[in-house]
T-cell receptor, first 113, second 111 residues
C-alpha cells in the first residue's frame, strides 16, 4: 500500500514569513497526527485529528500554528509568522481508528533563518 | 512526559542479538508497550507491541516481565541497517491517547 505522503521535503524561510506543509495519509486511516521533531529530541505531538475533527491540540502553539483536515483526508499545517525556534522536522502520521500502530511520512525539514 | 526510561545509547556487533531494555514501572493494567525505531532522515517505523504476553514478528521479539514493569526488545541478528533510534512507548487504549515519544535509545551496529 502507498505510504503517508508529505510535501515539501525541505523548506527554508526567513523568520516572520509563513509556511504550509501538506500531508496525505494512508487511504482509510481515520486518525491523522502532526508531530514536531527538533534535532536530538523525540517527536512531539502537535495535533491529532479523528476524521475531520480535532481530538487533541493542547500542544499546538495556536498563536502561530494552525492545522486543518478538510473532508477527513488530506491535512495542512501552517505556521504564520515563523520563528527561529520553529526549525525542525514536521512529521505526519496516520492510523486506523484507535490503533497505536502509526505509519509516518518522511517529514518536512523546515529551516527558519 | 514519557512514562518510560531507556539507556541513551547501546552498541552491538553485526550478526549478534541486540537487546534493548525499557523500564515502565508506572504502567497501568490496560496500557500497551509499543516499540518504534527511527532511521536517520526517516519518520519513525512501527516495530512491535504487546500487553503482557511475549510477542514476535518478522522484525523483532518483545519480552515483557511478569510484573510488566519492564520490557526488552530483541533484534535476533542485528545488521548495519538496524542502526537507529529505538523508542519504547507506553500507551493506553482509546482514540485520545496519541503516542508520546521520549528520547529513545540510539543503537549503533558495527561490523
Amino acid at each position: 500500500e502507498a505510504g503517508v505522503a508529505q510535501s515539501p521535503r525541505y523548506k527554508i524561510i526567513e523568520k516572520r514569513q509563513s509556511v504550509a506543509f501538506w500531508c496525505n495519509p494512508i487511504s482509510g486511516h481515520a486518525t491523522l497526527y502532526w508531530y514536531q521533531q527538533i534535532l536530538g529530541q523525540g517527536p512531539k505531538l502537535l495535533i491529532q485529528f479523528q476524521n475531520n475533527g480535532v481530538v487533541d491540540d493542547s500542544q499546538l502553539p495556536k498563536d502561530r500554528f494552525s492545522a486543518e483536515r478538510l473532508k477527513g483526508v488530506d491535512s495542512t499545517l501552517k505556521i504564520q509568522p515563523a520563528k527561529l525556534e520553529d526549525s525542525a522536522v514536521y512529521l505526519c502520521a496516520s492510523s486506523f481508528a484507535r490503533s497505536g500502530v502509526y505509519t509516518f511520512g518522511s517529514g518536512t525539514r523546515l529551516t527558519v533563518v | 512526559d514519557a512514562k518510560t526510561t531507556q539507556p541513551t545509547s547501546m552498541d552491538c556487533a553485526e550478526g549478534r542479538a541486540a537487546n534493548l531494555p525499557c523500564n515502565h514501572s508506572t504502567i497501568s493494567g490496560n496500557e500497551y508497550v509499543y516499540w518504534y525505531r527511527q532511521i536517520h532522515s526517516q519518520g519513525p517505523q512501527y516495530i512491535i507491541h504487546g500487553l503482557k504476553n511475549n510477542e514476535t514478528n518478522e522484525m523483532a521479539s518483545l519480552i515483557i516481565t511478569e510484573d510488566r514493569k519492564s520490557s526488552t526488545l530483541i533484534l535476533p541478528h542485528a545488521t548495519l541497517r538496524d542502526t537507529a533510534v529505538y523508542y519504547c512507548i507506553v500507551r493506553g487504549p482509546g482514540a485520545g491517547t496519541a503516542l508520546i515519544f521520549g528520547k529513545g535509545t540510539t543503537l549503533s551496529v558495527s561490523s
